[in-house]
T-cell receptor, first 111, second 114 residues
Framework: GQQVMQIPQYQHVQEGEDFTTYCNSS?????IQWYKQRPGGHPVFLIQ?????EVKKQKRLTFQFGEAKKNSSLHITATQTTDVGTYFC???????????FGSGTKLNVKP | DTGVSQDPRHKITKRGQNVTFRCDPI?????LYWYRQTLGQGPEFLTY????????KSRLLSDRFSAERPKGSFSTLEIQRTEQGDSAMYLC????????????FGPGTRLTVL
C-alpha cells in the first residue's frame, strides 16, 4: 500500500545551525502537506505544495516538492529554540479521502 | 474558541470496557478525519467523513471501532472491548471544501487501557 517515509528520525542541532528533513512517498502524490507538532501539542499545518518542483518559503523555512512529486524536503535556516518539535509530511490518497503521514523528524535545538 | 475540540482529553479504562470519544469540528468544515497516534509515530488514518457520510475507513481498523457523524456536525468514535494495544492519542481533524485543504487538528484524547 501507499507509504510515506521520513528521515532522519531525530536531529539534534545547536541553535543557529541549519536543519533538513526529507520525505519520500512510494507513489506519486497530487500534493504534499507539512505539519509541526510541538511537544505535548497537536499537529499544526505549515504549508501545502502542489506543483512539480515547487519551492515555497516561510521566513527561515524552505519547502520543496520534487520533480517527480514523490519526495519533498523542509529546510530550516539558522534554527532557533522555537523551532523545537516534530515535523511531519503527509500525502493524500488518490481520491483525497485519506492522508498518509510520515513518522516525523523530531528536532531538538540546544541554546 | 472556534477551533476543533475533543472530549474527553484523557480517558483511563480497564481492558474490555467500551469507550466513546467526541469531536466537534470547526463549524463550517464538511470534512472530518480521525487519526490514532502512538509515541514517536505520525498520525495514522482511521476514518473519514464528508458531511454525514463515512467515505473511508482504514483496513487496519478492527470491527471493534465504529464512528458516526450524525447530521454532519460533531463526530463520535467508539471502541468496544478495549485492549491494551488501543492505548494511544486519538486525534480529530477537520477541513473545508473539495480536494485537499489544510487540516485543523483538535487537542486529542489520550486513551490509556489498563
Amino acid at each position: 500500500g501507499q507509504q510515506v517515509m521520513q528521515i532522519p528520525q531525530y536531529q539534534h542541532v545547536q541553535e543557529g545551525e541549519d536543519f533538513t528533513t526529507y520525505c519520500n512517498s512510494s507513489t506519486t502524490l497530487s500534493n504534499i502537506q507539512w505539519y509541526k507538532q510541538r511537544p505535548g501539542g497537536h499537529p499544526v499545518f505549515l504549508i501545502q505544495l502542489v506543483k512539480s518542483g515547487e519551492v515555497k518559503k516561510q521566513k527561515r523555512l524552505t519547502f520543496q516538492f520534487g520533480e517527480a512529486k514523490k519526495n519533498s524536503s523542509l529546510h530550516i535556516t539558522a534554527t532557533q529554540t522555537t523551532d523545537v518539535g516534530t515535523y511531519f509530511c503527509a500525502g493524500p490518497s488518490y481520491n483525497f479521502n485519506k492522508f498518509y503521514f510520515g513518522s516525523g523528524t523530531k528536532l531538538n535545538v540546544k541554546p | 474558541d472556534t477551533g476543533v475540540s475533543q472530549d474527553p482529553r484523557h480517558k483511563i479504562t480497564k481492558r474490555g470496557q467500551n469507550v466513546t470519544f467526541r469531536c466537534d469540528p470547526i463549524s463550517e468544515h464538511n470534512r472530518l478525519y480521525w487519526y490514532r497516534q502512538t509515541l514517536g509515530q505520525g498520525p495514522e488514518f482511521l476514518t473519514y467523513f464528508q458531511n454525514e457520510a463515512q467515505l473511508e475507513k482504514s483496513r487496519l481498523l478492527s470491527d471493534r471501532f465504529s464512528a458516526e457523524r450524525p447530521k454532519g456536525s460533531f463526530s463520535t468514535l467508539e471502541i468496544q472491548r478495549t485492549e491494551q494495544g488501543d492505548s494511544a492519542m486519538y486525534l480529530c481533524a477537520s477541513s473545508l471544501g473539495r480536494g485537499t485543504r489544510e487540516q485543523f487538528f483538535g487537542p486529542g484524547t489520550r486513551l490509556t487501557v489498563l
